[in-house]
């Protein structure tokens, strides 16, 4: 039912935890499910996502999603993480089954909040940075995987 790459993802997913004082932070969750997620960024002077941490409470694919998702933001300018969709991380995790497409839009959004709160703080405009949603679940994804 899930790749190897979401069992790995759940079963030691990277970058758990906060950042103190991070430079933006985005909670998101899914009230039909019941997921929250949320994420820590620490950005640099060059707009550079030095480190990148997330919690979440939910289930494996939702552990995986935050898990990749920060993995695929790590190390990119604000501008590169903006463009880290959900198929790129469900891509990344090579497929997620249909009922569980949802915790990748939940990551896609909750790197877009954590943009949004950092841009905020800063006063300043990411191009293409809409402001996010807080609940997902009045979303249905577009395509099934």
Not at 11 to 20: D, L, T
Not at 28 to 41: E, F, P, Q, S, T
Not at 102 to 116: M, R, T
Request: hydrophobic residues 35%; glycine residues 8%; aromatic residues 6%.
């Amino acid at each position: 039912m899930y790749s190897e790459k979401v069992m790995d993802h759940f079963q030691n997913p990277r970058n758990v935890g906060e950042i103190e004082n991070a430079s933006g932070v985005g909670t998101v969750g899914n009230a039909k499910c019941g997921d929250i997620m949320r994420i820590y960024l620490d950005i640099d002077d060059n707009k550079v996502i030095r480190d990148v941490k997330f919690k979440t409470f939910g289930c494996g694919a939702a552990v995986a999603t935050s898990s990749m998702a920060t993995e695929l933001v790590k190390g990119k300018t604000v501008q590169e993480a903006l463009e880290v969709t959900n198929k790129a991380v469900m891509e990344a995790l090579d497929g997620l089954p249909p009922v569980k497409v949802h915790c990748s839009l939940l990551a896609e959004e909750a790197i877009h909040a954590a943009l949004w709160d950092y841009a905020e703080k800063n006063g300043i405009k990411i191009e293409g940075l809409e402001k996010p949603k807080t609940d997902i679940s009045e979303e249905e994804p577009e395509e099934e995987y």
